[in-house]
């Protein structure tokens, strides 16, 4: 939810954590994936194969990734779409996919000019591998765990975490247009667009809306009930405000990256989904 764009920079000495969030997720997508198509391969394995080549070629077309970034998302994808879910692509996580890929580019499409003005405007060459992974990396295991071990806990965990990605790069690039001069989560003080931990009440509902949203799309292609929908709705939203606090916090000091705090947001959005459904 922060109001800044999503870069990789954040200082050399810190570099090592987007590698290491990179090959926390990506390889182990990939073996996955291979390993199942080896004891699975069938109509719907080359199907969902199809779809993430094809979309790892849209991604570059649309100059939204580098080369390496659309290839790791395309990891992602293959994955989220391979999740046995009956019915097809049309019931896995790929609807679910396809509208963060929606939602956030034409986010950070948005008020570009304004952006450029701020000094917050994404890099044009679009996000890099690490950054995607930041993303997409735990809704990506938490779907090659269910290639395993399926089970409808790993379709809330998916959600919540795509939701939670979605609902901090909306924050976050919406913020910055039409939220005015955003504040400090930990102090309430006003602070320049692009500050670590500063948030704005037309972010926070756009990030919530998106949020909500994101789910909405994941309940009618996923099937997850009542009560599995609130809860990765309210962990995605909950996980809105640990990336805030976290880039208040631990960003602000040097101790994490923003690659970090993106993955570890995720992740708490779908820990806490977890609990709340569980309940």
Known sequence: MREQPRT??????LRWQSWLVLAATA??????????????????????LLISLGLVFLVWLARAATPLAAVTGGLFTAVLTLAPQPGGPYHSG?????AVFLLTWGATR???????????????????AAQVAANLGVAGLGAA????????????TVVAALAEAT?????????EVLGGPPFMLTSWRRVSAGTDGAISLVGTLAGSSGAVLLVLVAALTLRLNVGQAVGAALGAIAGLFIDSLLGATAERRGWLNNDAVNFLSTLAAALVAILLVNS
């Open 167 to 175: 609902a901090d790069t909306l924050a976050s690039e919406l913020g």
């Open 8 to 13: 990789a920079g954040d200082g050399g000495k």
């Open 27 to 48: 390889p182990w997508c990939a073996v996955k994936i291979v390993g199942y198509a080896a004891t699975s391969w069938t109509w719907a394995t080359q199907t969902a």
């Open 145 to 156: 765990a269910a290639l395993t071990f399926p089970s409808s806990l790993f379709a809330v």
């Open 110 to 128: 948005f008020g570009r000019s304004r952006k450029q003005q701020l000094g917050v405007a994404e890099d044009q060459r679009g996000r890099n």
């Open 94 to 98: 790929l609807p679910s996919l396809l």
